[in-house]
């Protein structure tokens, strides 16, 4: 009879200790199904692990006084080589501003035009194998490719099949490159248009492969009507290992996920309630209306946008910026990133300390660093961010290194 106690209590003491190594590993509240086919995971409105506060080093800050006579225009991209050297696109200029891992000054890549190493309009940068600049073109569509040193290395080639497209952005991918475009296409007799959005990768001979994820919108040519919530554009990524990221709906907190040749689909997102728009937004609202921008009669949402940004990592995990995580946040915060590992569960919430105005200022995470583009956003060097005083609209640079003490999912 002693020898049955003792084998129970070793054997409930194992339990125990499993139940507490699975729990302290996971405890994770979310349900996954399973429906036609796809996987379907939804979490908690807060994460297993809670909120890490990330702690930050300023590694450089380059603005006006840095390059000289050069002054930055719109900054809408960021992207790093293995050196640590950083590329900004400047969108406004038509260059690209390379900076050197101290924050000197390197001189600028590329130019407006239609030549070698020219572009104009561009919407995205990305480095390439690490030994090439890749910058899109939106119209006609053109992918050009520069040495880091600016040289050209011609254009990358792309099928007379996407000639009639316009690129939205592009992202390398399994030695490749993953497009995400959009064509137009005219329904006569229904008296509409439509928009077909798509993501496909392109090899490097310029053939794309069928397209993974894609959506239509249309529009009734009788009676045009712009609706924010449901023709504004997605919100997407692509990792260097192959897998699209998409965020379609305004108001939901979901996103789908994609091989790019279409395989294991999967859709996640939390629990989440929106808020009202910020101030900022509704000034640039009222800015563009006035300036006949934006028509009077467009259809405006009272609340933001629920997810703002997606940037997949190169573990697997997943950090997406809300509109709570941006516009929500306390004063002394930069953002707060919600950290989801590479099966679609709610890891944590980064938390990265810092100054940082949302409609002013602007940011892109590349890798393990944060650039914080100040009077970069929609509204840089507008009276509403003042004070009282006189607003700055000096643009500057900061890159911020994030510090992982302890990696685990999503942080790489």
């Not at 590329?110 to 690490?130: M, N």
């Not at 005219?186 to 492969?209: N, T, W």
């Not at 950290?339 to 409609?359: C, K, M, N, S």
Request: glycine letters at 12%; charged letters at 25%; hydrophobic letters at 40%.
């Amino acid at each position: 009879m002693k020898f049955l106690k003792t084998r129970i209590a070793l054997l409930l003491m194992s339990m125990a200790f499993s139940s507490v190594s699975v729990a302290g590993e996971f405890q994770w509240k979310g349900q996954r199904t399973v429906v036609e086919g796809v996987v379907h995971v939804s979490n908690p409105s807060e994460p297993v692990e809670g909120t890490h506060v990330m702690r930050t080093q300023l590694v450089w800050s380059v603005g006006e006084e840095d390059t000289g006579d050069v002054v930055f225009g719109d900054i809408i991209s960021a992207a790093r080589d293995r050196a640590g050297n950083t590329y900004l696109l400047d969108e406004q200029q038509a260059k690209v501003y390379a900076i050197a891992p101290g924050g000197g000054f390197l001189g600028t890549r590329g130019g407006p035009g239609e030549g070698p190493s020219e572009f104009d309009p561009s919407c995205g940068l990305t480095v390439l194998e690490d030994t090439l600049l890749c910058v899109t073109q939106m119209m006609p569509p053109r992918v050009v490719l520069m040495n880091l040193d600016g040289r050209s290395a011609g254009d990358y080639p792309l099928s007379h099949e996407l000639d009639a497209v316009v690129i939205f952005g592009s992202a390398p991918s399994r030695g490749g490159l993953a497009l995400f475009l959009g064509e137009y296409i005219q329904k006569v007799e229904e008296h509409a248009i439509g928009m077909r959005s798509f993501i496909c990768q392109v090899d490097r001979k310029g053939d794309p492969l069928p397209a993974c994820w894609e959506m239509m919108q249309e529009s009734d040519l009788t009676d045009i009507e712009f609706n924010e919530k449901i023709d504004g554009p997605p919100v997407w990524a692509v990792s260097p290992a192959g897998r699209a990221f998409v965020s379609k709906d305004w108001d939901a907190y979901e996103i789908e996920s994609v091989d790019v040749d279409g395989q294991n689909r999967m859709v996640f997102g939390r629990a989440y309630q929106p808020i009202a728009r910020a101030q900022w937004q509704l000034e640039l609202n009222g800015k563009r209306i006035e300036k006949k921008e934006m028509s009077p009669d467009t259809r405006l949402s009272e609340t933001g946008r629920t997810i703002v940004q997606i940037f997949p990592r190169d573990d697997g995990g997943i950090w997406v910026l809300s509109d709570r995580g941006e516009n929500g946040v306390a004063d002394g915060v930069v953002a707060e990133f919600d950290v989801f590992d590479p099966e679609g569960r709610f890891v944590r919430r980064e938390r990265v300390p810092g100054e940082y105005q949302a409609g002013r200022d602007r940011l892109f995470l590349v890798d393990d660093y944060l650039y914080v583009v100040v009077n970069g956003g929609e509204l840089g060097g507008d009276p509403i961010f003042s004070s009282g005083g006189e607003a700055s609209d000096t643009m500057e640079v900061q890159c911020l290194a994030l510090e992982f003490p302890q990696r685990t999912a999503g942080a790489r």
